[in-house]
């Protein structure tokens, strides 16, 4: 991300604390004058943003409205190539990002329903209530992990990551709140557990109800019952939920050259039907998907080449 400041950065005092963790990051930063940040290359993160003080708009493309964010307000950030933040002068705030890998894992475990549907926040009051107890526990990360030694620093980083992701979803009124309270029940059987694993491990590969059922150790009977009682459909119709999520990651990420061919390596043998199913799921056609990444790519490209009058660059990360 390309950092420009602007005015007289000299009388702007700057104040920058990051701490890494497995996934992801958390980030506080203080300044007193204007502040441009441009992604020049799409991530597969998503972050919350925590304004503390002023005001930060974020530009989002794709044809949507411009986001701002308020003090005493979180939201979250998905990063693509594009994106642009502009920080109002006296700012301050706080950053927790995790990679979307991350945020998937979390949510397929703890709910047993694939993540078909991206993570969103959008801008909510968080001095009171469920969203403080989250801000507090990130701060409270970043203080600990600033003065941790070395030794202490990866299982500090890990358990506080962890503990984030568990308050992220259970106490924020997110997109996927109704999904996560009610995605599964207390228990689910092992062989269930072992069918998803088995699924996740060959999305590329040719699977079969035969092939799920050995792998869980049960009967392909007794393994449709397990799906339906515990999941809602058929071990098929979770499988192929998977695929479409990591189509849709793949897409995004601008790795995709070819829809026909996306669809063939995870397994869909007829790419119209895989159209309609990711329609179905992500709200347009994974051409127009594709489109999109290239399409912010280019602008990404485009906008290093320039620089607005009377700003100058901070920090390239």
Not at 54 to 60: L, M
Not at 110 to 137: C, H, I, K, M
């Amino acid at each position: 991300m390309r950092w420009k400041v602007f005015g007289d950065a000299g009388n702007s005092p700057f104040t920058f604390n990051r701490q890494n963790l497995p996934s992801g990051s958390i980030t506080a930063v203080d300044q007193s004058g204007a502040l441009e940040a441009h992604s020049r290359r799409g991530g597969a993160e998503i972050g919350l943003l925590f304004v503390l003080a002023g005001e930060i708009e974020v530009a989002v493309r794709r044809g949507r409205k411009a986001l701002c964010i308020s003090a005493g307000q979180v939201a979250s950030l998905r990063d693509f190539a594009g994106r642009r933040l502009s920080v109002q002068a006296g700012s301050s705030w706080l950053a927790f990002s995790v990679s979307e890998a991350t945020l998937r894992q979390h949510f397929e475990s703890a709910t047993g329903r694939p993540y078909v549907q991206e993570f969103d926040l959008t801008p909510t009051g968080f001095d009171e209530g469920d969203g403080s107890g989250l801000y507090q526990t990130l701060r409270g990360a970043l203080d600990d992990l600033s003065s941790a030694s070395l030794g202490e620093k990866p299982n500090l980083a890990k358990a506080y990551e962890q503990l984030a992701l568990v308050k992220l979803f259970t106490k924020l009124p997110h997109n996927l709140a109704d999904a996560f309270g009610c995605g599964s029940r207390p228990y689910a059987p092992p062989p269930l557990l072992q069918a998803e694993v088995f699924m996740r491990r060959n999305l590329a590969e040719p699977v079969t109800i035969e092939d799920l059922a050995e792998a869980a150790g049960c009967s392909s009977r007794t393994l449709q019952r397990l799906f339906r009682s515990y999941r809602g459909t058929s071990p098929m119709g979770v499988l192929c939920n998977y695929r479409l999520a990591c189509a849709h990651s793949t897409l995004q990420a601008g790795q995709v050259t070819s829809i026909a061919e996306l669809a063939a390596r995870l397994q869909f043998s007829n790419p119209g039907r895989f159209s309609v199913l990711y329609k179905t799921a992500y709200g347009f056609k994974p051409s127009s998907s594709r489109r999109l990444a290239r399409d912010d790519g280019r602008a990404s490209r485009s906008e290093t080449e320039k620089a607005p009058n009377g700003a100058r660059l901070a920090t390239d990360e």
